[in-house]
């Protein structure tokens, strides 16, 4: 019997095939295991996953020459071949893939606002819905770490910058006079609507090659590519109204937009402290454009044509009267093209044109002045994605700039035409998905002043653990000198900035903390002498610390941010003959912004803070330098958003609650009195507060469209 059996079971042996045993271990390129892995012959169902360890372990019937796969989400498929043939063992390290949701991301000197990156702090809807912003692109970016409030003039300073050293690019393309004509001490705001822009890249330094000309910052706002339905808006407000409508297709959009704005009734029920002959008013008109090529291109059009205009009398330090005549008329056409193309999977194409005309008719006192710039800029770039580690930008540009200024009565005029090229490429490569490299090169030739320019660029990040990060960026950027300062004298040297940047990122489930240390070298500085003539001896730094914190989980219903910059500058420029502390540079800054939405009210109401040092400023009775300083600025503004209907929005803000009288410096006459001393005047605010009251009405077949985006 025994017999039997064992020749029944060498005989079924022979006819069953033979078994081999595949085992291993799946681990990372750190050697950390890859638990879920999947291992398996391509073509059967024999396989296993990885287990904790990443051990697997698993039999097949198939003989000879056959493929195994080991596959893992985050990672490249490993495929080898190998034979089958008794116990195979075969461990397995896999190289991760790099995408947008596991990679580390370039962080230090950068503030984006987008709703479609991964590792933004702010989103756009926190642009338009901050309290005492009033829809102002600048004065929302002054809630965030970088940037100086600068009460009476309304810019962007950024980082012991001068507002001038802020670029501002639309949809990649320069604009030119990007914010509103105005006069000294009188506040100006951007020219354009938060609702064109899709995302917001906001850069206080370390920015890339891509971007030239701009000495501390850059400001990139994106439109919106295709809207998601046709819809029209109608705006009343207490200082004007507004109406847009955009139609929207298969392949093509349009958007037409009027508004008028016009602060002469507002300012006769509510007092001023501005003498003003006419209140500032201003029209404008835009149309947009947008058109799907094929399957992956993409073409936009923009235009914009705005005129406004203001009459103020301001008062003399030392004399009697009204003071000072004023009449400003402006005249400005910003036109944009672009196109994005997807050549096929391993390059895209972009590129694009913008003009800007901005003509300025000023009256001061009874003599007449015509100042007008006209810029053109064309760009294209080519990006080439060799794989998900490594893709290359290059790209090259061309900038035309007309400057002229004149006095008709004296038939005087003078002007000077700037032609520059720039040639640009980057290299972004990818160690792993922790650690990220971005090397970049600059050139530029000016035709003006005869010289050549060459910016290197340098920034990596590396993350620390799923939760946090650190970046580091250095760059040498270049800028030409003030048009008023070009017009004396053409052949003026380009203004150096070194950026040294350190940046911390750590992100949670509804709370960011954000600190970055900076170190800004200047050079070329434009300084003036005695009879008012610019030269580059002039040189500087910045040095500082900002802090950046929000949280959106602790508080039901309540978002909150906190920041805090610190800013030590000194600079020689204009006609000091000495490093001083510029005027626009307070040494402390803080704002905190707040929003809560009350579902029961159907309502969100927000409030925000605003608070610095003071400003320095010029004392000629006090001797040289900036002697003296203001007392702190402090605003804090509040706004209620009520959701009527779905498509009915009614919202209404008020600035600078408290009433402080915010006092930015002191203008003094150019001789002294009887006495010896230099009679004064202080810099303040056109009121103690601002109201606004808006009513948002959407008309669309979605009824759940409304004009939040705008508030």
């Known amino acids: 019997m025994k017999a039997t059996i064992v020749l029944l079971f060498v005989l079924f042996s022979m006819v069953l095939p033979a078994q081999t045993i595949i085992s291993g271990t799946v681990t990372d390129r750190k050697g950390q295991p890859l638990p879920g892995a999947n291992v398996y012959l391509r073509g059967t169902y024999d396989g296993a996953s990885a287990d904790k360890a990443g051990n697997f372990n698993f039999t097949t019937q198939k003989d000879g020459e056959q493929v195994l796969v080991v596959s893992a989400i985050g990672f490249h498929t490993y495929e080898m071949a190998i034979y089958c043939n008794g116990a195979i063992k075969q461990d397995v390290q896999l190289k991760e893939t790099i995408s947008e949701l596991n990679a580390v991301n370039i962080t230090a000197g950068a503030m984006e606002a987008s709703d479609e990156k991964r590792s933004v702090v702010i989103k756009p809807l926190d642009i338009v819905t901050t309290s ?39 949809d990649g393309l320069k604009v030119s006079n990007a914010y509103g004509a105005s006069t000294s001490g009188v506040p100006t705001r951007t020219r354009f609507s938060p609702q064109l822009f899709k995302g917001t890249f906001f850069s206080t330094g370390g920015y890339s090659a891509e971007f030239g000309q701009a000495l501390s910052s850059v400001l990139v706002l994106n439109t919106v590519d295709m809207p998601v339905r046709s819809q029209t808006d109608i705006s009343l407000m207490t200082v004007g109204g507004g109406l847009a409508h955009t139609q929207t297709g298969d392949r093509t959009s349009g958007s037409l937009s009027v508004s008028y704005t016009d602060l002469k009734p507002y300012q006769a029920i509510i007092p001023q402290d501005f003498d003003w002959q006419r209140a500032p008013f201003s029209f404008a008109g835009e149309g947009q454009l947008r058109h799907k090529i094929g399957k992956k291109g993409l073409v936009k059009g923009f235009y914009s044509h705005q005129r406004s205009g203001l009459d103020i009398w301001q008062k003399v330090p030392g004399e009697e009267g009204r003071g000072q005549h004023i009449q400003i008329a402006n005249r400005y056409h910003f036109g944009n093209i672009s196109l994005k193309q997807s050549l096929s999977d391993k390059w895209l194409l972009e590129g694009g044109s913008s003009l800007s005309f901005n003509t300025d008719k000023l009256e001061i006192d009874t003599l007449p002045l015509e100042r007008q710039k006209d810029l053109a800029h064309f760009k294209v770039k080519a990006t ?100 008023s300062y070009r017009i004396l004298e053409q052949g003026l040297e380009h203004t150096i900035a070194r950026h040294y940047v350190f940046n911390y990122l750590f992100t949670k489930a509804g709370y960011t903390l954000r600190a970055e240390a900076f170190y800004k070298d200047y050079d070329r500085l434009i300084t003036v002498n005695s009879l008012g003539m610019p030269a580059n001896q002039g040189y500087g730094w910045a040095r500082g610390l900002d802090v950046f914190f929000r949280d959106q989980e602790t508080l039901k219903n309540t978002d909150y941010w906190i920041t805090y910059s610190l800013v030590d500058s000194k600079r020689r420029y204009d006609a000091y003959d000495e490093l001083v502390q510029p005027s626009f540079a307070p040494r402390h800054n803080v704002a905190v ?38 007392p702190a600025y402090s605003n804090l503004s509040v706004s209620w958003s009520y959701l009527h209907r779905q498509n009915v929005i009614l919202h209404a803000a008020v600035t600078n609650v408290l009433g402080r009288n915010n006092i930015f410096g002191y203008r003094y006459a150019d001789t002294p009195d009887a006495s010896g001393s230099f009679p004064s005047l202080p810099m303040t605010q056109g009121a103690k507060r601002f109201f606004f009251i808006g009513l948002f009405i959407t008309l669309s077949d979605d009824k759940k469209a409304n004009q939040l985006n705008n508030l």
């Open 593 to 630: 912004v707040a929003k809560h939405f009350v579902s029961s009210l159907k309502s969100q109401i927000g409030g925000s803070w605003n608070w610095n040092d003071g400003l320095v400023y010029h004392n000629p009775n006090e001797g040289s330098g900036q002697n003296s300083k203001t």
């Open 384 to 483: 080439y994605f060799h794989n998900d580690r490594l893709h290359l930008v290059s790209g090259a540009e061309h900038f035309v700039q007309d400057y002229r200024e004149a006095q008709p009565e004296q038939k005087l005029k003078r002007s000077f035409r700037g032609n520059l090229t720039a040639a640009f490429s980057e290299l972004n490569y990818y160690f792993s998905s922790d650690w990220a490299v971005r090397a970049g090169l600059r050139a530029e030739v000016d035709a003006l002043n005869h010289n050549s320019y060459v910016s290197p660029r340098l920034s990596t990040a590396y993350k620390l653990n799923t939760k946090s990060q650190l970046s580091l960026a250095y760059g040498r950027f270049n800028q030409d000198a003030e048009d």
């Open 132 to 170: 005492g912003a009033l829809g102002d692109i600048a004065g929302a970016l002054n809630t965030l770490p970088g940037t100086a409030t600068v009460g009476n003039d309304g810019r962007l300073f950024v980082r012991g910058g001068d507002a001038t050293e802020t670029a501002i690019f639309f």
